[in-house]
């Protein structure tokens, strides 16, 4: 009993003593967290009477120490932290948090001798280790005393061997001193032993001045440097809005290097990055980078990747690579039908695009089961506008023969209008409705209807060969062939109108028509007549005035239309630009 009673007291003394521990570490959990909490009130007395007698209790309390080595320096007292420093160390001799604080409290005391020789001891008892040479030039750079801490640097290296031993400190330090040449050195030697480092790397280096990112570039294209450097200097043009100049030095990269996992993902991320540049050149070499990665990467990401990289491609105006990556991915069996489908489509586009005409029709009706046939419609469309372009109107009218959507029965206005068939467009147009095709379409359709509406004929091929003028772009000899059409019209049977068709594409086209813009347009003024195109021709004087700086005329014009058509619709137009005319309105 008496041996049971004697066992039970040591246990509870024990028990006892590891509670009173566990209060103890509580109390000074608490105590730093008081400390800190005063700290940021700004009180660093009362916090550094806090982190002092916690110490006193347990010496080598690091955040204890660490607090006091925030606040002593605010009240100018740092002297106050060596000797607890060099207690705690005397307790814990290996520690290197320790030792790191024993060299900033030297440093920040501005005793560089013993900063030294604390720092050499350190690196005689961890005789591999980088960590001495670290903090000893960190203590140094957080005094600016850069030269210093470089040779510690650089002796740290030559001390423990390898090019690319402390090469972060050594970059960082080259930052921090402005030196942004020797910085990208560093880094360079960082990225090619360890390229996980390259985001960090390309990160910090992004911030180079703009006067010093040539000599950036250089350092790291050096004929010397290893292909991962040369992908950070990829990189960085890209940042700097040099997409097409990193790529060429990503290609470069890959070319001296077999393709591995690492080349995967570098071109990934160079293919991500590029997403954030919204320039042709972007996206092009954003297309690029998915098209090498896409190489390299199993089914489906591969087809996925393909048909992603042919968008960018399209959107960067790169066509030949967009065809050539869309032809690989429309014949590939391993896609996916919904990849497959849109590289065939896009391919027609592209095709369309270049000029490939009879290419794009056989590939076309080759794809009755791979393409939708919403994606057949707008092909056929695109095909017709083609033709048309190139004057075709037989070979356009063909492409829509047997396509009976409200699209191709506009688009086959169009078509009868070119033919000088008037009554067959106004018929065409009618039906397919105000809302075939998007806005712009329905606009132009409807302005057309409003000019043959006042045409007092069923047919004019004069009309319809200088529409046709204009639909191919030649405005120059849409304005000749338009006025030679007008002629064939009576005073107030579509003349009027007509030559307003032909004074807008004038007033239009370069200085040289301007003049031949302000003859027809003086010419329906003069005209009059009870239509609409006196005052609209008015309204287009002005503004072709105003666009030549004659404000003066150009408010005459405006304020004559104003008395002489008082119902006009144009009226509205007609004072606002009449208020721009006067400064009232800024313009645009």
């Not at 980088?130 to 801490?149: G, S, T």
């Not at 068709?501 to 003086?522: K, N, P, W």
């Not at 239509?531 to 408010?555: K, T």
Request: aromatic share 4%; glycine share 10%; charged share 25%.
């Amino acid at each position: 009993m008496s041996r049971s009673r004697s066992g039970g007291g040591r246990g509870g003394l024990v028990l006892a003593v590891a509670l009173a521990l566990a209060g103890a570490v509580d109390l000074s959990a608490q105590a730093i967290g008081q400390g800190f909490e005063l700290e940021r009130a700004g009180r660093y007395g009362d916090a550094a009477a806090v982190y002092l007698t916690t110490l006193r209790a347990d010496p080598a309390n690091l955040a204890a120490l660490l607090g006091l080595e925030r606040v002593l320096p605010m009240l100018s007292r740092l002297s106050e932290l060596l000797p607890l420093v060099q207690r705690a160390r005397a307790r814990v001799p290996e520690s290197g948090v320790l030792r790191g604080l024993e060299l900033r409290v030297y440093a920040g005391l501005n005793e560089p001798d013993s900063l030294a020789a604390a720092a050499r001891r350190w690196a005689e008892a961890a005789p591999g280790s980088e960590a001495p040479y670290r903090e000893w030039a960190l203590a140094l750079a957080d005094r600016r005393v850069f030269d210093e801490a470089r040779r510690v640097l650089l002796s740290g290296r030559r001390t423990l061997g390898g090019d690319a031993t402390l090469a972060i400190e050594l970059a960082e330090l080259e930052q921090r001193a402005g030196n942004w040449e020797g910085a990208a050195r560093e880094w360079g030697r960082v990225v090619a032993r360890s390229p996980d480092q390259l985001p960090q790397a390309s990160s910090q280096l992004g911030d180079t001045p703009a006067a010093q990112r040539d000599r950036v570039v250089r350092a790291l294209t050096a004929p010397e440097v290893a292909p991962r450097t040369r992908r950070l200097a990829a990189e960085l043009l890209l940042g700097w809005g040099q997409p097409l100049e990193g790529w060429a030095l990503l290609e470069q990269s890959l070319a001296a290097t077999p393709p591995s996992a690492e080349t995967a993902g570098a071109l990934r991320r160079y293919a991500d990055l590029a997403g954030a540049v919204a320039t042709p050149a972007g996206h092009r070499v954003r297309g690029l980078a998915l098209g090498r990665w896409a190489d390299l990467v199993p089914s489906p990401l591969a087809e996925r990747a393909r048909a992603e990289a042919v968008r960018e491609l399209l959107d960067g105006g790169d066509r030949v690579g967009a065809r050539l990556a869309l032809e690989r991915l429309a014949g590939d069996t391993l896609a996916p039908p919904d990849a497959q489908a849109m590289a065939e489509a896009a391919l027609l586009e592209v095709l369309v695009a270049d000029g490939q005409l009879d290419a794009a029709e056989r590939r076309l009706a080759a794809s009755e089961r791979t393409l939708s046939g919403e994606d057949r419609g707008s092909l056929r469309l695109a095909l017709a506008r083609a033709h048309i372009a190139r004057g075709d109107l037989a070979r356009a009218a063909a492409v829509l023969d047997k396509d009976s959507s409200v699209a191709a029965i506009a688009q086959r206005g169009w078509i009868a209008l070119y033919r000088g068939d008037l009554r067959g467009a106004t018929d065409a147009f009618r039906v397919a409705g105000p809302y075939a095709g998007d806005r712009a379409s329905a606009t132009e359709r409807t302005a057309m209807m409003a000019l043959l509406q006042q045409v007092a004929a069923d047919t004019s091929p004069e009309l319809g060969t200088a529409l046709l003028f204009l639909a191919r772009g030649d405005s120059a000899g849409a304005v000749v062939a338009l006025r030679r059409a007008a002629a064939r019209f009576p005073p107030d049977g579509g003349r009027p109108d007509v030559l307003l068709l032909a004074g807008q594409v004038a007033a239009r086209l370069d200085s040289l028509h301007a003049a031949t813009a302000a003859a027809l347009f003086d010419e329906i003024a003069r005209a009059s007549g009870t239509g609409a195109a006196a005052p609209a021709a008015e309204l287009e004087w002005a503004r072709l005035l105003l666009r030549q700086g004659h404000a003066a005329e150009a408010a005459q014009r405006l304020e004559h239309l104003i008395l002489t058509y008082p119902g006009s619709a144009f009226v509205p137009e007609a004072r606002r630009e009449l208020e721009r005319a006067r400064g009232a309105i800024p313009r645009s």
